[in-house]
Every structure is written in structure tokens, then in C-alpha cells.
């Protein structure tokens, strides 16, 4: 008895000496993985185990984009947390899924990214980086508190607009929950945009090769006064007064699209009275 209950407290120790250690040995092969990324760096601070859970948070984590020639780091992403997790009741139809849950994260595109084949190796680095730490296929995606940036520091003003507030809700990913819905995974988005406010809705099939999908957005009374900069370094004048909203209906199917963009620009005003000391061409 003596001898079996030594061997137990062994067993004990040797586990709680495993979960005390594992949290530094995790963190440091994930600080190991931002560090060596091509194009980018990145870095933790702390992650949290929850073992019970089949879970850990990654707390405080930023990841830059490198120069290649100048080694200039530019911000891209950073999180307060992101919570990493088995998703139990897919468990219950058979499927083992995970879920991300990111708190207050912020998502920054600048000048020299914004073409579509830039954004989309953007979204390709960062999806591989999830994966790193996510082996498992997601099937529930949230953000909350987020933004979503554009920045030009070469323009004149310099230009910075974002969404902010930003709550996005993906589900059924991965059509853990299989039934026969044609598009059994949904998007929602909710946002602020300058006074404004921004819905976004879709049904998709995640897993189809062509893009399946129906969504509907809409951006409503945003402020053009407080997109000025903006307004300014692309088009160079400026707004006294003026809404802007936008909505849009599209679906895709088998190779192609049908839908609709409305753009709609209410109570504006270019010219005021202290434009009188502006320039002709202004």
C-alpha cells in the first residue's frame, strides 16, 4: 500500500510539475513561431491554460509586417485576447471543431497593401498563423470590440478610417451541425462607422469550391464631415455637411454573381464660407 500510494503522489506531482511548466514551454514555441515568420514579426506576452476546458488564451499579442529591405516594422495585427477552444457541442454530432474568440483586436491595412492581391496574401499569412495555433478546423469565429483600419502615412493629411466597435459572428463553419441547408454557415457584422452604422448579413456554403453565398449589407448616415482627411488627400476638397449610406443585396452560385450596390449621399455641402480664401483649382 506504502509502495502504491508513493507511486500515486509521483503520478500527482509529476503532473502538476507538467501543468506549471507547460504554459511557459507553449508561449515559448509560440513567441519562436511569431519571430520566424517570413515578412512579419510578432510576440505574446502571457498565455492562460484551461485544460478542463480543451482551451488556452493567448493574452496581449501583436504581429507586424517587416520591411524586407529596411527591416521597418509597420503595424498589422494586434489582440488583447484570443481564446482558442474545443467547441463541445459539436462534440455531440460527432465532429471535433474549435472556436476562436478574439477580444478588442485591431486589424490595419496600409497604402502599400491595399490591391486585392496584397490583402488576400494578407489573409492567407494570417490564416496560416491561426492555424499554427489552432490545429484543429474552426467552426465558430467572434470578434468583439474590433477594428478594421485603412492608413496612409505618405498622404496629405495622413489618412486613417476604420470600423470600429466591430462585432463579427461566424457559425457552423465547417457544417459541424450536418444537416441538408444549402447554405448551412452564417456572418453577421455590426460596426460603427463614423456616426454611422454598419449590418452585415450572409448565408455561405464555407466548404463549396466556388463561392456560394447570399448576403445583405447596409452602411447608414455616416458623417463625410469627419472623413475630411480622406476627402482631402484623394480628392483633394473637403465637406461642410453630408450623409453617406450604402446597400447592397448579392448572391453567387456555380461561377456567378447577380446583386446590387446602391450608394446614397444626402444633405450635402461642398462650398462654406471659409472656403472663400481657397484656391481656384481648390
Not at 474568440?101 to 497604402?111: A, C, E, G, Q
Not at 470590440?145 to 485603412?150: T, W
Amino acid at each position: 500500500m506504502k509502495r502504491k500510494y508513493k507511486i500515486l503522489i509521483g503520478v500527482a506531482v509529476l503532473l502538476i510539475t507538467i501543468r506549471l511548466i507547460l504554459p511557459y514551454v507553449v508561449l515559448h514555441y509560440a513567441n519562436k513561431t511569431l519571430a520566424n515568420m517570413k515578412g512579419y514579426y510578432g510576440h505574446i506576452d502571457d498565455i492562460d491554460l484551461s485544460i478542463y476546458r480543451g482551451a488556452y488564451t493567448i493574452n496581449d499579442i501583436y504581429l507586424n509586417k517587416v520591411d524586407t529591405v529596411s527591416k521597418k516594422q509597420t503595424g498589422f495585427f494586434k489582440s488583447q485576447d484570443i481564446d482558442l477552444s474545443l467547441e463541445w457541442g459539436a462534440l455531440f454530432h460527432g465532429s471535433i471543431v474549435g472556436e476562436l474568440i478574439f477580444d478588442t483586436p485591431k486589424l490595419i491595412f496600409t497604402k502599400d497593401k491595399v490591391e486585392i492581391g496584397d490583402v488576400k496574401k494578407d489573409t492567407t499569412d494570417f490564416r496560416h498563423l491561426l492555424k499554427a495555433f489552432m490545429p484543429l478546423k474552426v467552426n465558430r469565429f467572434e470578434v468583439n470590440n474590433g477594428s478594421i483600419h485603412y492608413a496612409d502615412n505618405t498622404s496629405t493629411p495622413k489618412v486613417d478610417i476604420s470600423l470600429k466597435q466591430t462585432h463579427i459572428l461566424a457559425l457552423n463553419l465547417t457544417n459541424a451541425t450536418s444537416d441538408k441547408v444549402k447554405l448551412p454557415s452564417t456572418v453577421t457584422a455590426q460596426a460603427t462607422v463614423y456616426q454611422g452604422t454598419l449590418n452585415f448579413n450572409m448565408k455561405l456554403n464555407a466548404l463549396a469550391d466556388q463561392p456560394t453565398f447570399d448576403l445583405n449589407a447596409e452602411i447608414k448616415n455616416t458623417n463625410l464631415v469627419l472623413l475630411n482627411n480622406f476627402l482631402r488627400a484623394y480628392g483633394k476638397f473637403d465637406v461642410e455637411r453630408g450623409t453617406f449610406s450604402l446597400y447592397t443585396e448579392m448572391a453567387a452560385k456555380d461561377g456567378k454573381f447577380i446583386g446590387y450596390v446602391k450608394p446614397e449621399i444626402s444633405n450635402l455641402k461642398v462650398l462654406g464660407p471659409k472656403d472663400k480664401h481657397d484656391s481656384f483649382f481648390s
